[in-house]
């Protein structure tokens, strides 16, 4: 990143129309307001950076694990053909960069100035996008089963999965189940 990010201007948040003979200069001094949201972006910033930098990386190495063995196999796959499996490439690429990413994908959207909003808008078709639940389900129990698996490997954890299913599940549901019970008991008795 060679550029440094544009800086923000509350007053160009909703800028006043124009007459066509009428020009727009910029004021030389920032407004009180722009004192106030630009320490505020960029606190914001730091803290998403923050966040990023620790849920990035707990998802980043098991995606690195599964295109690393994915590629591995694409590879000898196209090896045994002949073939050169760029798509595998291609994927690996990104899983390569996906952590870098999210810190200059953060940064980049959050120090963006109207104009260059109201531009992105244009490009997308929605304007937002829906979160994929079910793709976040499926990769953060992927992250979990890779960081059990470094955790058991390196003797932090002692537990089968199967002992961490049986502590977790008869007790703590029984014990919902057995409260929520008494307290709807209770509450119908009360009732006549």
Known sequence: MSELPARLR??????????????????DEPSLLDRIVQPLTWGTIVVCLAVWALAGAVFWV???V??????SVALLQAMMEGDRPDEAGRRLR????????????T???????????????????????????GRLALEAVWAAGVWYLVLVTVGVVDTSPLDLWNSFWPRFWLEVASTTWITGSNWVAGLF
Do not use: C, N, Q
């Open 62 to 64: 098991p995606a690195m």
């Open 94 to 105: 990104k899983a390569i960069t996906f952590y870098a990413r999210g810190f200059v994908t």
């Open 10 to 27: 509350y007053t160009e948040l909703e800028p006043e129309p124009l007459g066509i003979f009428e020009r727009h200069e910029e004021p």
């Open 107 to 133: 940064v980049e959207v959050l120090t963006r100035t109207p104009k260059e909003e109201a531009a992105v808008a244009k490009d997308t078709e929605t304007g937002e996008r829906s979160l994929d639940f």
């Open 66 to 71: 599964r295109r690393v063995a994915f590629y």
